[in-house]
């Protein structure tokens, strides 16, 4: 079986790359697999998931693509260009870019199977190319792209049409799927729940190293995007009001992209337990989360927050914003444990941007639920097995399967 793989964007960095590249990890089990995403010879990142004469990626940064890749999300951990803010001209040549490469992989591997993340300006385009030539064509909901139909509905008019043509669709979340079914007019009966997995390979725990080798300090992570829907900023403001010595660090990991480089370097300038650093891929960021403590997610939106999961199977207490997409992932087992503590979001005047006057009652109610874990660490109380048995469900071995099975049996 051939199976060929397409996203928009870089294939690593984000949720969705990750997502992508782990999926291509698993589903080598089952054939052949190709891969199609954007690529930038400026960015540090070589895809080593599939060698090079299984991938077609499209390049930016030189003609005919003179721009950056364009990422779903407005603020990338790379340098990206916005869809809203791309001319008819530069969507056009995307789309001849994207034509190009969509046909040559199909000319040459005749696959069986194409996936493709995003329910948006790609997944159209590939329906429009392939729905006739290809057995089965499956669509990947991550959350982000039914916040850019919200937030730019003329893109969406113009450009993703008929997505009901998907032989089925994956959703992250169980509350998902009356959204996409509503938003895009497709069947219910054609969008499944999976989840987001980890990769069991990379996140899992290893108390010597955290406990015997790391005691020294309390360590607090996150890891992400740095950009105002993250909460990256009130984070920093609640952990500097808790008034901690040096022996609790807060370690922030993620690439600053335009005007939030200084922003964030001024933020911390006067802070001598903040530290600002990049994690290189997903192996480096586990070994991080190994000897950390604390994770903390206090984003106002995420389709899932997967990274939450990674840092619990690699042992973190966590802390995160009231992430429905999450708790559902998690369920009551997890939720109601020591393992987590919810911080309630403020009201958000839309999908990710908070109320302003309830910016500082948020940073509080961070600051008390980041303290009771720290609390629970200087305790030294330990996650239940049962925790982490749970976890388990959502590794990537367990959720690939259940994807694969769902797409050979429908």
């Known amino acids: 079986m051939k199976i060929l793989h397409i996203i928009a964007q870089l294939p690593a960095k984000t949720g969705s790359g990750v997502y992508f590249s782990n999926l291509i990890r698993e589903f080598k089990k089952h054939g052949e697999n190709y891969g199609i995403f954007g690529y930038d010879e400026e960015i540090d990142y070589t895809f080593e998931e599939l060698p090079e004469n299984h991938t077609y990626p499209v390049i930016f940064g030189k003609e005919p693509l003179n721009f950056n890749i364009v990422g779903m999300s407005d603020t990338m951990p790379y340098k990206s260009t916005r869809y809203k803010d791309m001319s008819r001209d530069m969507i056009e040549d995307w789309k001849r870019a994207f034509t190009k490469q969509i046909m040559l992989a199909y000319e040459e591997i005749k696959p069986d199977i194409v996936i493709c993340h995003h329910l948006w300006m790609l997944s159209s385009l590939v329906l429009d190319l392939l729905r006739d030539k290809v057995e089965k064509i ?88 740095i950009s105002d829907s993250k909460g990256v900023y009130e984070l920093i403001d609640a952990f500097k009001s808790l008034n901690y010595g040096t022996d609790i660090i807060l370690n922030i990991i993620g690439t600053p992209q335009g005007e939030d480089i200084k922003r964030i370097g001024e933020k911390i300038s006067d802070s001598k337990n903040i530290k600002l650093f990049n994690a290189k891929n997903q192996e480096s960021l586990a070994n991080l989360f190994r000897y950390s403590d604390v994770f903390i ?77 720290v609390q629970r660490v200087k305790a030294e109380e330990k996650i239940p097995e049962d925790v982490y048995e749970s976890i388990r469900v959502h590794s990537w071995e367990n959720i690939a399967e259940k994807m694969y099975k769902i797409i050979v049996e429908n």
């Open 138 to 225: 499956v669509g990947i909901c991550h959350g982000t792209d039914l916040r850019q139909g919200a937030q730019n509905p003329k893109l969406k008019e113009n450009y993703v049409r008929d997505l009901n043509r998907f032989d089925m669709i994956f959703a992250l979340s169980d509350r998902q799927i009356e959204e996409i079914s509503k938003e895009y007019n497709i069947p219910l009966e054609k969008i499944h729940y999976t989840g987001g997995g980890y990769n069991q390979e990379f996140f899992y725990r290893d108390n010597i190293y955290k406990y015997d080798i790391h005691n020294n300090f309390i360590n607090l992570v996150y890891a992400g995007k």
């Open 297 to 373: 997610l206090p984003s106002y939106y995420e389709g899932l927050g997967l990274v939450a999961i990674e840092a619990l199977a690699s042992g973190c207490f966590i802390v995160s914003s009231d992430l429905k997409p999450l708790k559902e992932v998690l369920g009551d087992n997890v939720n109601k444990s020591n393992a987590i503590k919810y911080c309630p979001l403020p009201n958000l005047v839309n999908v990710d941007t908070p109320v302003l006057e309830e910016v500082p009652n948020y940073v509080k109610n961070l600051a008390s639920a980041i303290d009771i874990q």
